[in-house]
Nanobody, 124 residues
Framework: QVQLIESGGGLVQTGGSLRLSCAAS????????MGWFRQAPGKEREFVAA????????YYADSVKGRFTISRDNAKNTVYLQMNSLKPEDTAVYYC?????????????????WGQGTQVTVSS
């Protein structure tokens, strides 16, 4: 069982930056691929970024490529999402997800552990 707790969300102006953190419980964090997803009001949950269990592979949605960076610290059981050059369309609840897998899924249904979400609001 893995429990995930996100933090770091907030209100920021267009062009600003935020760093989200996702702290995981359990001793098997390093065996889990991790992903970040987001959901805006009235929209479906969408993929943002994912990182392999080893940190050796990362994937990004086209909409955030070049602006967001996903990373992980397996010693701290934590995954991060550094978000730069934020835009109003980045406004959403951001969710951290985990799955024990050697692959790095980019589809929400392939993850079986989810955090409660953290709100990110970008003002124009």
């Amino acid at each position: 069982q893995v429990q995930l707790i996100e933090s770091g969300g907030g209100l920021v102006q267009t062009g600003g930056s935020l760093r989200l953190s996702c702290a995981a419980s359990g001793r098997t964090f390093s065996s889990h691929a991790m992903g970040w997803f987001r959901q805006a009001p009235g929209k479906e949950r969408e993929f943002v970024a994912a990182i392999a269990w080893s940190g050796s592979r990362t994937y990004y949605a086209d909409s955030v490529k070049g602006r967001f960076t996903i990373s992980r610290d397996n010693a701290k059981n934590t995954v991060y999402l550094q978000m730069n050059s934020l835009k109003p369309e980045d406004t959403a609840v951001y969710y951290c997800a985990a799955v024990r897998s050697g692959t790095t899924p980019r589809v929400a249904r392939e993850y079986n552990y989810w955090g409660q979400g953290t709100q990110v609001t970008v003002s124009s």
